[in-house]
């Protein structure tokens, strides 16, 4: 197999199977730079390949070791991971090596993306998990054909940190104290908020952390969370226009805690607009 034909195949990603089953993840990057370097050996394995001949030698049996950056990640947080693909401690470019998934209570493997092995015999991916814990295994195919290495190692990648309950029931027994309270452009309570001095208000009040008093830095300092993960007493943020531009205590059932605007007072609000990102606090 050519340096050419294995670079344009090591840019291969098979991936969407992941999306069909639901699976919380995304694949980023196959064989990039960014997943050169993985220093955590998580899984070996090692099949004899019935001594095939590749390129003029025996492949005899091939090894295959699975390795990951890191085990745990926060939300959004990116894995990189690699498999090392060699036979008698000679590197195996063109191995094809395939990635599968599951939830790590659930019980069927999922293909979500393929890479091949480059000329240093390493095949990387780059992905991040979503918003679960996943167990992630890879399978390795040799250039003639035969499976070297099934399910090498099966590892878990936990997914972000669950909401505090008891946080989160906090910051809106907090948000709901202050119903009724105007409206103030820059006011940041007691008496009167603007939509960050609520926020910031609340969550100090509750929790005793402090956030800065802007939509936009809120979020920006904010674990991001999927709208499919949010949960009452997360902040919900609303984007328009190119930036943040309003911020609110989410409360289920499609409401929201929130100062608006001139006119009106905090209160339990329907969320007006369906374009939101979501951040978490409690």
């Given at each position: 197999m050519s340096a050419r034909t294995t670079s344009a195949a090591s840019r291969r990603v098979l991936a969407t199977a992941a999306a069909a089953c639901s699976l919380p993840l995304s694949v980023l990057a196959v064989n990039s730079a960014q997943a050169a370097t993985i220093p955590t050996t998580v899984?070996?394995?090692?099949v004899s390949t019935l001594s095939s001949v590749w390129e003029g030698r025996a492949l005899g049996s091939v090894q295959a070791s699975l390795s990951y950056d890191k085990l745990t990640v926060p939300v959004n947080g990116k894995v990189a991971t690699s498999v090392k693909v060699s036979a008698a401690g000679t590197a195996v470019p063109g191995a094809e090596v395939r990635f599968f998934a599951k939830a790590r209570t659930g019980s069927t493997w999922t293909q979500f993306a393929t890479s091949t092995a480059s000329l240093d015999g390493f095949a990387r991916l780059t992905f991040t998990p979503g918003s679960t814990?996943?167990?992630?295994?890879?399978?390795?195919?040799?250039?003639?054909?035969?499976?070297?290495?099934?399910?090498?190692?099966?590892?878990?990648?936990?997914?972000?940190?669950?909401?505090?309950?008891?946080?989160?029931?906090?910051?809106?027994?907090?948000?709901a104290r202050y119903a009724g309270r105007p409206y103030g452009y820059g006011a940041s309570g007691p008496s009167a908020f603007d939509c960050s001095g609520y926020t910031s208000y609340v969550v100090r009040a509750a929790l005793g952390r402090s956030l800065p008093h802007n939509a936009a830095a809120q979020y920006a300092v904010s674990q991001k969370i999927s709208r499919s993960a949010v949960r009452p007493g997360d902040l919900i943020f609303f984007s328009g226009g190119g930036g943040i531009y309003h911020v609110g205590i989410y409360a289920g059932n499609?409401?929201?805690?929130?100062a608006q605007h001139p006119g009106t007072t905090v209160g339990l609000h329907t969320i007006f607009s369906s374009s939101w990102v979501a951040g978490r606090i409690a």
């Open positions: 899984a070996t394995a090692s814990s996943m167990s992630f295994k890879a399978d390795v195919v040799t250039p003639v054909g035969q499976v070297a290495a099934a399910n090498v190692g099966a590892v878990t990648v936990a997914g972000p940190v669950a909401a505090s309950a008891s946080g989160a029931a906090k910051v809106l027994a907090m948000a499609g409401r929201m805690w929130d």
